[in-house]
């Protein structure tokens, strides 16, 4: 009962993300681009692990959820990069963006991995890494 409450919350955070503007990927009235969608996949499934990470336990089946939508949003986002600045040599920028995309990626497969293993505080420390990226990755690629 408990999990399926979380996977309803799950499913009511990616929502309620999904109708967030990510002006940098494009104007709010345009339909989504894949790579928006990619973002909202991972941003929502995030969010909702903030919760699911305290009882790792109870709540394995939605943060394996939680973990492939992440895994799938950094894998269909990977070859999306944001257009580079002006000033921006666009090889850098894009291997740049591709780097920090693999880094979210490997960062749910060690959350993935400490989930399986039961191990909480692994969770908790991917858990941590992957916002760390995504802050890494807003400040850089979000203009």
Same mark, same amino acid.
């Given at each position: 009962m408990r999990t399926k409450t979380l996977l309803t919350g799950l499913l009511a955070a990616t929502l309620l993300v999904s109708t967030t503007s990510f002006s940098f990927l494009g104007s709010q009235d345009d339909e989504p681009t894949p790579l928006q969608q990619a973002m909202v996949k991972m941003q929502g499934s995030q969010k909702a692990m903030r919760q699911l990470i305290a009882d790792p336990a109870t709540n394995k089946a939605a943060l394996l959820r939680a973990c492939a939508m992440i895994q799938e949003g950094a894998h269909a986002g990977f070859s999306l990069a944001p257009k580079a600045p002006a000033d921006a040599d666009e090889n850098q920028w894009r291997i740049g963006y591709q780097r920090t995309m693999l880094a979210v990626l490997? &960062? &749910?497969? %060690?959350? %993935?991995? &400490?989930?399986?293993?039961?191990d909480a505080e692994g969770v908790a420390a991917a858990y941590k890494k992957m916002g760390e990226h995504k802050k890494a990755g807003h400040d850089t690629y979000q203009k």
């Amino acid at each position: 009962m408990r999990t399926k409450t979380l996977l309803t919350g799950l499913l009511a955070a990616t929502l309620l993300v999904s109708t967030t503007s990510f002006s940098f990927l494009g104007s709010q009235d345009d339909e989504p681009t894949p790579l928006q969608q990619a973002m909202v996949k991972m941003q929502g499934s995030q969010k909702a692990m903030r919760q699911l990470i305290a009882d790792p336990a109870t709540n394995k089946a939605a943060l394996l959820r939680a973990c492939a939508m992440i895994q799938e949003g950094a894998h269909a986002g990977f070859s999306l990069a944001p257009k580079a600045p002006a000033d921006a040599d666009e090889n850098q920028w894009r291997i740049g963006y591709q780097r920090t995309m693999l880094a979210v990626l490997d &960062a &749910a497969l %060690e959350c %993935e991995l &400490a989930v399986h293993a039961g191990d909480a505080e692994g969770v908790a420390a991917a858990y941590k890494k992957m916002g760390e990226h995504k802050k890494a990755g807003h400040d850089t690629y979000q203009k």
